[in-house]
Every structure is written in structure tokens, then in C-alpha cells.
């Protein structure tokens, strides 16, 4: 287990940073909602990964590895899905075109989260997989007087919770028909939003005691997280845009159901990823996918490396939001090549690493304490081992490059003997044995054992 540390998040609920006190220090709970997996993720989709990740590390540190369960859905489930089975297979059953799209989609973004740096949630449930505990929390709704069945659907009763809008600060006599919230005669107030609602012949459907049907967006995270961590857990989190209605709603239907209090005790949104001030979204048009940005020249006319990615999202504060830009993938790039490559050995990360990110995870302090032990580390190797397990904690850490083990031999051969000819002060072949290694993109670095206070070499092979 990690150092004690005070953690302070910003609480969306409150509106206020708050100190965190888990449920159970035994087991951290957070759930974060996933990709609806239609289509490839774009690199607005990249952010809330990153985020949560860095938030994944850092609570695993603190609490322990074994005492974090993390779980980060997959909406395979949704209008959209069925849109795009039908334009990408017509000649298909809708149900095979659908697994077809969903299979494929899921496996791209968990490559991209990979390629990105980030490490595998303790679960990552599909919504198809928890159908039945979405029919038990809608029945459960009905029977408490939370929901009713209208026009074929069922539909939550905003009016039946004394507090809904609590997240979003929204009261029902303030919403309007909008972007997401359909008015229907059906419906007993606008904000009333579908638990369940029936298929069409040709449409996915599951048996249940309002008919074959299938159910609504917020219904399935009540469900998956419920499933996966308990009525009440430790953090909610997501992108800016989830508050309302998809986080309003979630709440609603799972304290209802539940008769709790809460559903979290902390809900975290990171803001929006920009492009010329326009959030990135695929419904404007002005996205680029992870996948193009990593492998294809899309951006800036060439590929990008992950974690170039992943620093260029971290350099601004995950409640802020981004302007993306090649020219912020350059600074980034910039950045990380100076830092060194280096290996996990169990040191303790930097204090002032740490204490930035557990003051509402402030990558950005927590990156200017990295860079300047980076260089700190450049200059005196025996704190390589502190600065790998800081930049570990950002899931930053550069890699030594794998080199075939004849290369490594020659090197290090090359490398004692320019440390012989120092020795012999015959620094004129020194060097240039040095250049010789620093044109094959070979860096040497000279520092002194601690111990025995004997000159030492190390060798990284630079990006």
C-alpha cells in the first residue's frame, strides 16, 4: 500500500472540492460511463479514458492495487448501433450486423485506450449483458410509484422525486422540450424520460412484463454499476456533457429504486475537448478519431505516439477545457523527449507529484514537478527510480526502446570502452566513440555510483 495520502476531488454534486473518504478502504468503488461503440472513438472520447485513468493509478496507489475495482462500461446497445449495422450490412440479419458493428468497435477502442496508456478497468461490462437487472430495477420503480407505463413505453416520473435536478441544478418548472428531452402527450411532465420501450419486428428486443422491447440510455448504467459495486459507491465520473440528462437521470432512477440517499458520494466530469472553440463531436463533423490520429497522417500529416496524446490531454487541468491543435501535440512531443527512459523498481514517487494529484488530480502541477525532476534525473541517475514512479503514476512512463540482444551487447561493449579510455584520460577517442553512439540515436549518460563513487554510464536509445 501506497503513503497515506489526504485526497480532495471536486464534487459536481456540491459544486465544491471536498476531502475523499471511501465507503470502504478496502475496496474504492468507481464506475465511469464508456464508449457507445458505433463508431471508432475520437480523441474527445480519449479524455475521460486518460482522466479516470490517472485516477485509477492514483487510488491504487494509495489504497492498494487489489483495493480498487474500477468499471468502465460498453454501451452496445443503442439506436445509433442499429443505424449503422444497417448502413454497414444490409444484406445482414439486423441482430448479426449488430454484433458484427459492436465487436468491432469495442476491440478498436480498447486498442486505443491501450495504445493510450491506459490500464484495463477491473471490469468492463456490456449493457446487453444486464438486461435482466434492468427489468428488476424498473419493476422495483412501478411497484414504488417512481415510474408508469404510457404509449407502449415506461417511463420514469420526475415529479415523484422531491430533489431531481439535484446534479444539474436543474428544477422540473425550468425544463423545456430540448436537445435531448422529448415532449410527448404521453408523458406526465417533459422531463419524464423511457425505462423501457417496445421493438419493431425487425428491432433487438428482450422478453419482459411490458412486452418484447429493449430499454432506455440511463436505465443501463443503473444497472451495470449497481451490479458491479452496490447501491451506493465511492465516485461517479464522466464527460461534462453526461450531466444532465444522462448522470441527472441515472441518480434519480437508482436512489429511487433503491430508497438511498445517493447513488455516489463524489461525481467527477472532465470538460470538453475544443476544436476553433467548438466542442469535438462526431454531430459536428469536426472529429478525429484515436485510431486515425495514432496510425494514420490525418493530423499534421503523420502518425502520433500515444503518449504523446495522453500528455497533450494531461497539460490542462481535466475540469478545463482543451483547444486541441497540432501544435499542442508538438509541445507535448517536445516535452516528453526529454524526459528519460526508465524502469519501475518499487521507489516511492515524488511528494510533490503526488500531493498535485491528490489535490483534485492537478495534472498540471504534477507535470511541472515531472519535468523538473526529469532534468534532475539527467543529471544525477540515482533519482531515475523516483522519477519512473512518478511518471508511472500519469501513466507517463517512457520506455526503454526493445533492442535485439547482439545490439544491446555492442553497445555496452562500446560504452565500458569509452569508459576505459576516460579512465585513461584519452578523452579525443572518448568522444568519439560518444558520437559515434549519438548518431545511431544512441544517448549516454555519465554520472557517478552512489556508493562507491565510481564513474558509471548509462545508454537509452532516444525516440
Request: glycine share 8%; charged share 25%.
Amino acid at each position: 500500500m501506497g503513503t497515506e495520502l489526504q485526497l480532495k476531488f471536486y464534487n459536481t454534486l456540491t459544486r465544491e472540492k471536498v476531502g475523499f473518504q471511501p465507503i470502504d478502504r478496502n475496496n474504492v468503488r468507481m464506475y465511469v460511463c464508456g464508449p457507445t461503440v458505433y463508431d471508432f472513438a475520437h480523441i474527445g472520447n480519449a479524455r475521460p479514458a486518460i482522466v479516470f485513468d490517472v485516477l485509477f493509478r492514483l487510488l491504487r496507489h494509495v489504497y492498494g492495487e487489489s483495493h480498487v475495482t474500477y468499471v468502465r462500461n460498453i454501451t452496445d446497445l443503442d439506436d445509433k448501433i442499429n443505424a449503422r449495422a444497417l448502413r454497414d450490412h444490409p444484406g445482414l440479419p439486423l441482430n448479426t450486423a449488430i454484433r458484427l458493428v459492436t465487436e468491432k468497435t469495442e476491440r478498436q477502442y480498447r486498442k486505443d485506450t491501450t495504445d493510450l496508456g491506459c490500464l484495463e478497468p477491473t471490469v468492463q461490462p456490456r449493457a446487453t449483458d444486464s438486461i435482466e437487472q434492468m427489468i428488476t430495477i424498473i419493476e422495483t420503480l412501478i411497484a414504488k410509484g417512481h415510474a408508469y407505463r404510457a404509449a407502449g413505453e415506461v417511463l420514469f416520473d420526475t415529479k415523484s422525486m422531491a430533489d431531481y435536478g439535484q446534479l444539474s441544478k436543474r428544477n422540473l418548472d425550468e425544463q423545456q422540450a430540448g436537445a435531448r428531452v422529448a415532449v410527448d402527450e404521453h408523458k406526465k411532465s417533459p422531463g419524464d424520460f423511457v425505462l423501457w420501450k417496445l421493438s419493431d419486428e425487425n428491432e433487438p428486443g428482450w422478453e419482459s412484463p411490458w412486452g418484447r422491447g429493449r430499454p432506455g440510455w440511463h436505465i443501463e448504467c443503473s444497472a451495470m454499476s449497481g451490479r458491479y459495486l452496490g447501491d451506493v459507491f465511492d465516485i461517479h465520473g464522466g464527460g461534462l456533457d453526461l450531466i444532465f440528462p444522462h448522470h441527472e437521470n441515472e441518480l434519480a432512477q437508482s436512489r429511487c429504486a433503491n430508497g438511498t440517499h445517493a447513488m455516489a458520494n463524489v461525481w467527477m466530469h472532465n470538460g470538453f475537448v475544443q476544436v476553433e472553440g467548438r466542442k469535438m463531436s462526431k454531430s459536428e463533423g469536426n472529429f478525429v478519431t484515436i485510431y486515425e490520429l495514432l496510425e494514420t497522417d490525418k493530423l499534421g500529416g503523420r502518425t502520433w505516439p500515444g503518449d504523446v496524446l495522453r500528455l497533450a490531454m494531461l497539460m490542462t487541468h481535466y475540469r478545463e477545457p482543451i483547444d486541441f491543435s497540432v501544435k499542442r501535440l508538438e509541445e507535448a512531443e517536445r516535452l516528453i523527449a526529454k524526459w528519460p527512459a526508465a524502469d519501475v523498481s518499487g521507489a516511492a514517487p515524488d511528494p510533490t507529484v503526488l500531493a498535485a494529484l491528490g489535490d483534485d488530480l492537478n495534472t498540471v502541477a504534477a507535470i511541472q514537478a515531472l519535468h523538473a525532476l526529469a532534468q534532475a534525473a539527467n543529471a544525477d541517475i540515482s533519482l531515475l527510480p523516483t522519477f519512473a514512479a512518478s511518471a508511472e503514476l500519469l501513466g507517463l512512463l517512457p520506455k526503454k526502446a526493445e533492442v535485439d540482444e547482439a545490439v544491446v551487447a555492442e553497445i555496452d561493449t562500446k560504452v565500458r570502452q569509452r569508459l576505459e579510455l576516460l579512465k585513461a584520460k584519452n578523452f579525443a577517442e572518448a568522444d568519439k566513440l560518444r558520437d559515434e553512439l549519438t548518431a545511431k540515436g544512441i544517448q549516454l549518460k555519465d554520472g557517478k555510483d552512489a556508493a562507491t563513487g565510481e564513474r558509471i554510464t548509462t545508454w537509452e536509445i532516444k525516440r
